[in-house]
């Protein structure tokens, strides 16, 4: 029997599997993501191992409107690489689409670390903490107006979001960093809001924790 599940094991293929990815991109480009989607799902099963694979389809599942789908293929790739920056920005946009604006920040500031260079985690960082803060203002209206908002939205975030607050603020006392370089000022910059940010969404929760418990 076990000589007979080892026949039935596909054998990985590399060069078809990159030619149905390349089929994917061109469908993308005209806007045929459903297209595009079969061919990618084609393209993982002749290399599950592929991490492109992954990516690709990750971004596919973002343009179908399916944010949850997209975020499992966003993990996988991270699986096989931690350190993509395609699939990091993958994960935090997922997570964006999916409303979870706090991981969804993390992420990005993530890639960010990564790679300064890229805009699209500048941009995430800006998009995220905006929905973040319009969320807030919401909340704060609807208290305004005597309504009382669900305590169990009001849960604390730092409780998960601690660990990348130490890691910030370690990041800002590494000397290496306090070489003049344009490089080093743009992280060091970007850290320093990531922890105000934070400190100030530990305070508007604890608030929040205070007046929901009276």
């Not at 944010?67 to 499992?72: D, G, I, K, T, Y």
């Amino acid at each position: 029997m076990g000589r007979g599940k080892e026949q039935d094991q596909p054998t990985s293929n590399p060069i078809e599997a990159k030619k149905h990815r390349d089929e994917a991109t061109g469908h993308l480009k005209n806007g045929n993501y459903e297209r595009a989607l079969t061919s990618l799902y084609k393209a993982i099963e002749l290399a599950p191992e592929e991490k492109a694979a992954y990516v690709a389809r990750s971004k596919c599942y973002l343009l179908l409107g399916e944010p949850r789908s997209a975020l499992a293929d966003a993990e996988a790739a991270l699986k096989l690489d931690p350190k993509d920056a395609k699939a990091l920005l993958r994960k935090a946009e997922a997570l964006y689409y999916c409303g979870e604006f706090e991981m969804s920040l993390v992420h990005y500031h993530r890639g960010l670390r990564t790679r300064p260079d890229l805009n699209d985690f500048r941009l995430g960082v800006q998009k995220a903490q905006e929905a973040i803060e319009n969320t807030i203002g919401a909340v704060k209206t609807v208290k305004k107006t005597g309504k009382r908002a669900a305590s169990k939205s009001a849960r604390p975030v730092l409780g998960q979001l601690m660990s990348d607050k130490i890691y910030l603020e370690n990041l800002i006392k590494n000397p290496d960093l306090a070489i003049a370089d344009k490089k080093n000022d743009i992280v060091v910059k970007q850290a320093q809001e990531a922890i105000r940010f934070l400190e100030n969404r530990e305070e508007f929760w604890r608030q929040q924790q205070t007046a929901t418990g009276n």
